[in-house]
């Protein structure tokens, strides 16, 4: 059985969808086993009874704009974050899955469930849209502003047993974010990141990769610092949302555009769903002592379902085993 | 009339493509008064002859691979580049276009044509893809691997009087590209120029805006570091990319998808138009005595034709005697 503990207060349209998130991965995967954490009548109404489901009452959730979550989440035991974290911590649960605020999670990793023995820095690690037949992993995207070339050879090794053990690629490729393809571009940070990823013996360094490569690139994970991966990953965020405002708009512009809606309407449907997050389920914390998957805030059922197949996923495959295992070979 | 240096050699489609935009520049503006800097028996095998043209034979030109363009323009005096920068600077000229290599373009600005008195760093500063009915400048992209927070107030006053006399915007509205939309959001350098700039009677300052908004944002102008700001504009073009790749495979699925293109040829073309950069010119090089617009190198001859225009537009506006005027007033 995988053992998961859910959030079921954290995102926009909690707790109802994410109650009904669950009821689908339940259906879909016969070997999860769910502690919920939340409003207890609210989950007795909408959840499909199943005896491995269990309900645990922790109706008070954080706020989106909550300007001090570390403080909140030090005063406030009864949150169900919190809750669901400590379950996580007390060993109870394998992994979280939780929709809630992005800081929260990270500052609740870091508080209750707290970083592996040498894991210098935590990670978030969101999965990019699938192109080009594959996904590909970016980190870190906001876990940290400041960043050593060190803390991303570990996110890198991280990323690698991740991937390995969950996608099953036996040697996944590391890229560096970087603005030229050529070694020796970019800051000092790109230029010392580079030397220390080219020569470790735990990955398998491409080089650098260029932001206008990162959906089509052969790697499998991309290596930058949280400021610089926040950037990237909201920019294609951004920049997917203006150009299907303006495809919209074209399409809408006669009565041409209008007819052939008509007959390509699947097809424009498939792509839409390309350009969105649900599928690829949520952003993975690497380097706690448990799986945590952070769902996008505006999850939808189909979506935390899938960021619930997602811990189920790397708690299958051992990955923070694994990755204790080469941190113990690093410091040899 | 408005005279530039054009550099004939430098782009990927040079010089053909090269020679057909400024012919389609000269039969679109009658106040241009052109001199090309390149393989004369070429240009005069295609160019249309016009008493406001002048040739320079100058055939040489820096390869787009070039691993040291500084020594190469310090010791190479016969390069058409090095030639159109050194006919601005002796004043023979008011501005020049070329779709050269990025960092020979640079370091010429730096080498031959030198910073503005008081201005500290030049920046590269392109124009984004047009989207909710207006351009936003975005700088800098990457003249500067590391910037100081009044480099970036001064960057932001250049780009304020451009966008003034270039496109009529009494108070360009100026946002500063960050991780978060609240204040205290971001790296030491956002948060110093955010007060830097929210202080400072010169712009009009918005505040933070987040990747996902840059096309879409009410602000004119999108400050950054040249890092920073070259991922965010190499993120939009290859997500751009991807998704027009993505949407042809969609399309030619199967045979409604291509039913449908019939009827919405002319509504998709128009929206490939829009992901182009062809209409958009250049950027300009922002800190240098004189007009700079560097061009695509993937540049047709109607991007060409823009990039001429970007500059002729520029000198109309008097934008480097305007923003000297403002250097003074910062000094006083």
Known sequence: MVKLAIDIMGGDFAPDEIIRGVNLAMETYDDLELTLFGDESKIQSLITPNPR?????????????????????RRNKELSLVQTFRALREGLVDGV???????GVIVASHLIVRRLLGMKRVALCPTLPTFAGKSRLLLDVGANIDIRPEHMLQHAMFASVYMTETQHIEKPLVGLVNIGAEPGKGRELEHEAFELLSHSPHINFYGNVEPKE??????????????????????IEGTAKALGMALKEEIGRNIWGKIGYLFMKKNLQ??????????????VIFGVDGIIVKAHGSSNAYAFSRAIHQARLAVLGNVVAKMKEKLVVEDE
């Open 53 to 73: 489901i269990h309900v645990v009452h922790a109706p008070e959730k954080i706020n989106m704009g909550e300007k001090d979550p570390i403080s909140l989440i």
């Open 97 to 103: 899955v939780t929709a809630g605020p992005t800081q």
């Open 214 to 235: 990162v959906l089509t690139t052969e790697c499998d994970i991309l290596l930058t610092d949280g400021f610089s991966g926040n950037l990237v990953m909201k920019t």
């Open 270 to 283: 498939a792509f839409k769903k390309r350009m969105s997050a649900d599928d690829v389920g949520g952003a």
